[in-house]
Nanobody
Framework: QVQLVESGGGLVQPGGSLRLSCAPSGSIFSIYLMGWYRQAPGKQRELVATITVGGPTNYAGSVKGRFTISRDIAKNTVYLQMNSLKPEDTAVYYC?????????WGQGTQVTVSS
């Protein structure tokens, strides 16, 4: 099976930065959108940011101006640069590759923002 491998999570102090990356273990065809979602304890999973293969991006209002999503199409890799992190950003972050046939999800990477 094709898996999405995530990396870059960890523990960071408020105001700090982290960079997440996600890439598939195999070939995925017809990708049209890549994105990041997060789920905090006791909360619903929410959209953080998305980017189409063509380039347009979309951000949750709570992260706009602090997070930046980008992608390397040749490497099938999506990134999430997170700056000015806040305790409320603490969550498990999941990447998603949406294709015409199926959505692929990563296993999640923990991001903890705490002093």
């Amino acid at each position: 099976q094709v898996q999405l491998v995530e990396s870059g999570g960890g523990l960071v102090q408020p105001g700090g930065s982290l960079r997440l990356s996600c890439a598939p273990s195999g070939s995925i065809f017809s990708i049209y959108l890549m994105g990041w979602y997060r789920q905090a304890p006791g909360k619903q999973r929410e959209l953080v940011a998305t980017i189409t293969v063509g380039g347009p991006t979309n951000y949750a209002g709570s992260v706009k101006g602090r997070f930046t999503i980008s992608r390397d199409i040749a490497k099938n890799t999506v990134y999430l640069q997170m700056n000015s992190l806040k305790p409320e950003d603490t969550a498990v972050y999941y990447c998603k590759f949406a294709s015409s046939r199926i959505d692929h999800w990563g296993q999640g990477t923990q991001v903890t923002v705490s002093s």
